[in-house]
C-alpha cells in the first residue's frame, strides 16, 4: 500500500533517533457498542469523568477512556500479530526466545527491537530508552458523564441464581453496584504519530481499527466501535482532544443535546470541526486527507491485513530496517 503523495512530506522514510517536525494526526470517533466500564485499575471507584469547561466557559463533567487504556488495548491487538509472526525478541543478543524471555508488556523486558518498542516506545533500568512516537490524551465524552452513565450489578450469579453461595449460604463478597457508560455513547480522541514511516503509520491505524474491546470485564461487556474520522500530516501539532470535544459539541448542540445522538449527526459536526480548528489554530503546513482518500487509505489497510504474507512482509522489513537490528536474525 502507498499513502497519497501529499501525506509524505509528514511520513518518514526511515526510522531515525532525531525528531523532525513530522505529525500525523488521527482522529477517532469510538463509539460504546455494549455497556463498558471505563475506570482505574484496581480503584473500585466509579467510571472516570474529569470537570472540564465547554467553549462558553461552563464546567461540565465528561466521561473518559484514559490514554494508556486505549493504548494499552491497541498494543496488544499488534503485539498478536508479531508473536504470531516470531517478531517478538529478548533483550540480550544471542538468547533463544523462550515464554519467560520474550519482549511483554509491564515484566519489565522491552526487547528494544520489535516494532512495538520502537513505535509505542519503552524505558529500562539500565538506561535504555524510546520515547512513544505515539501520542494520545485521554478521550472524553460528547455528553455530559451524567446522561451516559448508570449504575447496576455486573457480577455473576451462582449456580442457584442468586447473589448467594449455595453451600455456605453467605452473600457473595462482591456484591455491589457497578457504574457503567451506555451503549451509544460517543468519545473523541485524537492519535498523535511523531515521525513514523508508512509501515509504522499502517500498524498503528491497523491496531485501532481492530481493536474492538475495551475497558474492564471485557470479556462481557466493554464492546467499543472505533471509527477514523480523519488523517491530517503537518509540521507541528494541531489542536488537543478536549478542544476537539468542545468545538464538536458546541456544533452539536444546535442538533441534539440528548442520548442517543445520532452517529451520521456526530460525524458531520465533528469533521466539520476538525477543518474550522484547523484553520484558526494552524502555524506551519498541513495536508487533511479528502473523505474519497481517507476512504481508500482503509481500504488498502484492510487489504494488506488480509493478505497474511504481504503483512508478514512488511512487518519483517520494518523490523529489519530499524538500525539496532542489522545482522538480527528474523
Ligand atoms: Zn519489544
Not at 55 to 61: E, L, N, S, T
Not at 62 to 87: F, M
Not at 124 to 141: E, H, L, N, Y
Amino acid at each position: 500500500m502507498n499513502f497519497i503523495n501529499e501525506l509524505k512530506p509528514y511520513i518518514a522514510n526511515q526510522y531515525s533517533h532525531l525528531p523532525k517536525s513530522r505529525y500525523i494526526s488521527v482522529f477517532i470517533l469510538r463509539t460504546t457498542q455494549s455497556e463498558a466500564i471505563f475506570r482505574t485499575e484496581g480503584s473500585g471507584e466509579g467510571c472516570n469523568r474529569e470537570i472540564v469547561t465547554n467553549i462558553d466557559g461552563q464546567a461540565i463533567f465528561r466521561a473518559i477512556i484514559s490514554k494508556r487504556k486505549q493504548i494499552a488495548v491497541e498494543r496488544r491487538e499488534g503485539r498478536q500479530l508479531l508473536r504470531k509472526h516470531a517478531l517478538l525478541f529478548t533483550n540480550k543478543d544471542k538468547e533463544s526466545v523462550k515464554d519467560d524471555n520474550v519482549c511483554s508488556m509491564n515484566r519489565n523486558n522491552p526487547c528494544e527491537k520489535c516494532i512495538d518498542c520502537m513505535l509505542y516506545g519503552y524505558a529500562v533500568g539500565t538506561g535504555g530508552a524510546q520515547k512513544s512516537r505515539v501520542m494520545s490524551d485521554d478521550a472524553f465524552s460528547l455528553l455530559p458523564f451524567d446522561l451516559i452513565s448508570d449504575k447496576k450489578t455486573f457480577n455473576a450469579l451462582y449456580e442457584n441464581n442468586t447473589m448467594r453461595d449455595p453451600v455456605t449460604g453467605k452473600p457473595s463478597s462482591s456484591i455491589g453496584e457497578d457504574e457503567y457508560i451506555v451503549p451509544g455513547a460517543h468519545f473523541l480522541d485524537i492519535e498523535v504519530l511523531k515521525d513514523v514511516t508508512e509501515t509504522e503509520l499502517m500498524m498503528v491505524l491497523g491496531n485501532i481499527i481492530r481493536s474492538k474491546r475495551y475497558g474492564a470485564i471485557s470479556s462481557r461487556i466493554g464492546s467499543v466501535k472505533n471509527s477514523i474520522l480523519g488523517i491530517s500530516g503537518s509540521d507541528s501539532e494541531l489542536f488537543s482532544t478536549l478542544e476537539w470535544i468542545n468545538s464538536t459539541d458546541a456544533l452539536l448542540q444546535k442538533e441534539t443535546s440528548e442520548h442517543p445522538q445520532l452517529e451520521s449527526t456526530v460525524v458531520e459536526c465533528a469533521t466539520q470541526s476538525i477543518a474550522q480548528l484547523i484553520d484558526s489554530q494552524i502555524c506551519g503546513n498541513y495536508y487533511s486527507l479528502t473523505t474519497g482518500e481517507l476512504a481508500s487509505t482503509i481500504k488498502d489497510i484492510k487489504e494488506v491485513y488480509a493478505s497474511p504474507e504481504q503483512l508478514k512482509e512488511k512487518l519483517m522489513a520494518l523490523t529489519r530496517s530499524y538500525p539496532q537490528n542489522e545482522g538480527l536474525e528474523i
